[in-house]
T-cell receptor, first 114, second 115 residues
Framework: GEQVEQRPPHLSVREGDSAVIICTYT??????FFWYKQEPGAGLQLLMK?????EINEGQGFTVLLNKKDKQLSLNLTAAHPGDSAVYFC?????????????FGKGTSLVVHP | GGIITQTPKFLIGQEGQKLTLKCQQN?????MYWYRQDSGKGLRLIYY???????QKGDLSEGYDASREKKSSFSLTVTSAQKNEMAVFLC??????????????FGEGSRLIVV
């Protein structure tokens, strides 16, 4: 089955620095890719979703890149601020109907120091 | 928008006790999930359900039971609590279809403490 490796497990940066989190997946049929953010004491919230046909997607202060050739998904924060401190998870889902189980990475704990 | 409500937020029980966590969603989603979250191990799927009265085992179902009494609710029972089961349990729901890309919506979690 699908396996997702996420790195690094911990990341500490200064305010204004960039931060990059990378996930590598194994199933070439993977089609939906997600980044979730978990703040302390809370559940996971969807940060961004990309489909296999999209290679780049941008949100407020971050960019998601999908490299299908290398089966790699990355979350790039361009100028981190303390409010970005959280645990980030990637998740991958296949395209075939009937498989309702996304595979999650193990998470990256990001700390942004003022 | 909808919301997923997990109760209780903290559940304290004794070793060997049967303990139940509850989850309610008002998204009208078909699919619901229970995950266990341990520090450094990410999320591990315990049970999921694709419709009312359906149950599917995840990777970590041993020692747990689940029940999907109606579309909006999904409960998880720890059959005999052990101290190594102290973790955060997350409930989630999704439309379960390819059009939405199977986006999951999570509750805030229930922390299990075994004494």
């Amino acid at each position: 089955g699908e396996q997702v490796e996420q790195r690094p497990p911990h990341l500490s940066v200064r305010e204004g620095d960039s931060a990059v989190i990378i996930c590598t997946y194994t199933d070439p049929n993977s089609y939906y890719f997600f980044w979730y953010k978990q703040e302390p004491g809370a559940g996971l919230q969807l940060l961004m979703k990309v489909f296999s046909s999209t290679e780049i997607n941008e949100g407020q202060g971050f960019t998601v890149l999908l490299n299908k050739k290398d089966k790699q998904l990355s979350l790039n924060l361009t100028a981190a601020h303390p409010g970005d401190s959280a645990v980030y998870f990637c998740a991958v889902s296949p395209t075939s109907g009937g498989n309702y189980k996304p595979t999650f990475g193990k998470g990256t704990s990001l700390v942004v120091h003022p | 928008g909808g919301i997923i409500t997990q109760t209780p937020k903290f559940l304290i029980g004794q070793e060997g006790q049967k303990l139940t966590l509850k989850c309610q969603q008002n998204f009208n989603h078909d699919t619901m999930y229970w995950y266990r979250q341990d520090s450094g191990k990410g999320l591990r799927l315990i049970y999921y359900s694709i419709t009312e009265n359906d149950l599917q085992k995840g990777d970590l179902s041993e020692g747990y039971d689940a029940s999907r009494e109606k579309k909006s609710s999904f409960s998880l029972t720890v059959t005999s609590a052990q101290k190594n089961e102290m973790a955060v349990f997350l409930c989630a729901s999704s439309m379960g279809d390819n059009l939405s890309g199977n986006t999951l919506y999570f509750g805030e979690g229930s922390r299990l403490i075994v004494v």
